[in-house]
């Protein structure tokens, strides 16, 4: 009797080919019951993907639509549509595609995925890959449809697609790693353009999500800045976010929530219902760095200081911001977060050498009510501001200091000390002024 060796790889690719064609017989069965086309169609695909990942191949569409029901897609699983164009179109209320199992590796090129407007659980997405190791999507569209992909301890790239008319997120990200989402166009979506984050995990991150074009997000699913921002990024690092193009946003271009080394450099923002940027509640060594931003209630902010570590270590640099505006998008919050600034932080922070024009409150804003410690203001150009640079004095705040800006055309005055939101004191930009604030040290600005 003779013995065929194969090898433990190749008896895992095949088990997870024979557990994605095990649903063949289920759609045959149901398309001679029922009459049922849609199910007829996703067993003839359902077979021929198969068998073409079998054989080592990639499984090539046909032009034109196919209306499927849900595909499990198989080890290797590589689809490539028609170069006159491929739609897969959803046929009922759930996920298009997806896997069951852990894979190494699954690749979809040149396809439009269409939810077709039907329903899909909130907790999952047009597209679901969850363990896969290198998700590959490129030369894509995924519209029509609620979250469009939804991966969950990924890795990969996501690359030159196009996410649209989505009333959840266009890329949902949960607990991955080494994601390159880069080159995408991202529009017209309910809650966020991409919503990178992890819960509880200590683990390098290092995903890049750059060269992007997100406009027009709404916050479909409310809160108070969950939802409505061109890029999220929660509670992991490092994470880069760079030369994004990120326009009419309910609420952020940027937010950083609790992560750490998060780099967010070289965008160009416009039109925010709340602050253009943040690094907020527990980040830690944030970076904002080259990054235009017009038209939106605030600028930039690192905010919520706690401790070291804990909302601290921001490095605010050559960032230009203009167009502020009133702009206060949920109630609880709105009168209370020191609206109408360019720049804010609190906590080992630097500020350096960034341009804001034409604020009607504080250009720049050194702490917050009793949260200052370690924060420098230096070399920056701040110009037709109602006030220039605003220090928070409340309590018994840690160093700061106001060195050589340049201010010019300051309406109300230059320097000022703050307690909560009310200015108390003269000009301490003057020359001979006092200073009569503890930890705070003032010299070499120059008033234009």
């Not at 990639?58 to 595909?71: A, D, F, Q």
Request: overall charge neutral; glycine content about 12%; aromatic content about 6%.
């Amino acid at each position: 009797m003779i013995t065929l060796h194969v090898p433990q790889e190749r008896r895992r690719v095949l088990k997870t080919i024979a557990q994605a064609a095990g649903f063949i017989p289920f759609y045959r069965a149901m398309a001679r019951a029922q009459g049922d086309p849609v199910a007829a169609a996703t067993a003839d695909f359902v077979a021929g993907l198969t068998e073409a990942t079998r054989v080592g191949r990639p499984y090539r569409l046909r032009r034109g639509v196919t209306t499927l029901y849900r595909v499990v897609l198989p080890e290797g699983a590589h689809l490539i549509g028609d170069p006159g164009g491929s739609t897969l179109r959803l046929g009922y209320d759930g996920g298009l595609l997806a896997n069951d199992t852990p894979l190494r590796a699954v690749t979809l090129e040149n396809i439009v995925f269409d939810g077709a407007g039907r329903r899909i659980n909130d907790a999952f997405g047009l597209l679901n890959f969850y363990d896969v190791a290198q998700v590959a999507l490129e030369h894509c569209t995924v519209r029509n449809s609620t979250t469009g992909l939804f991966q969950h301890r990924c890795g990969g790239r996501v690359r030159l697609c196009t996410f649209e008319d989505l009333t959840g997120t266009a890329i949902h990200d949960d607990n991955c790693a080494g994601m390159v989402i880069d080159a995408n166009t991202i529009q017209r979506c309910g809650d966020n353009g991409v919503h990178h984050w992890s819960l509880h995990s200590k683990r390098h991150d290092g995903s890049r999500i750059s060269n992007n074009t997100i406009t027009d997000i709404a916050n479909r699913s409310g809160g108070l800045g969950l939802y409505g921002n061109g890029v999220r990024v929660a509670e992991c690092g490092p994470v880069t976010v760079e030369n994004n193009v990120i326009e009419r946003c309910a609420y952020t271009a940027v937010r950083n929530t609790g992560g750490w080394e998060i780099t967010i450099a070289n965008n160009r923002c416009k039109t925010f219902g709340e602050k253009a940027m943040y690094a907020e509640f527990g980040f830690r060594d944030a970076r904002f760095l080259n990054n235009v931003i017009a038209d939106c209630g605030a600028g930039i902010s690192a905010t919520n200081y706690v401790g070291p570590g804990n909302g601290a270590g921001a490095l605010i640099s050559g960032n230009i911001v203009s167009g502020l505006r009133p702009s206060h998008p949920d109630g609880e919050f709105g009168p209370r977060m020191g609206w109408l600034h360019g720049v804010h932080a609190e906590g080992d922070a630097r500020v350096i050498g960034n341009i804001v024009t034409g604020s009607p409150a504080v250009a720049i804003l050194a702490g917050f009510f009793e949260a200052r410690q370690n924060v420098r203001v230096e070399a920056n150009r701040l110009i037709d501001n109602d006030y220039a640079i605003g220090v928070a004095t409340q309590g018994d705040p840690g160093p700061c200091e106001i060195v050589e800006n340049d201010m010019r055309g300051s309406k109300k005055a230059n320097i000022v000390a703050m307690f909560q939101e009310r200015v108390i004191s003269g000009d301490l930009a003057l020359p001979g002024a006092a200073n009569p604030y503890r930890n705070l040290v003032i010299r070499g600005n120059h008033v234009l």
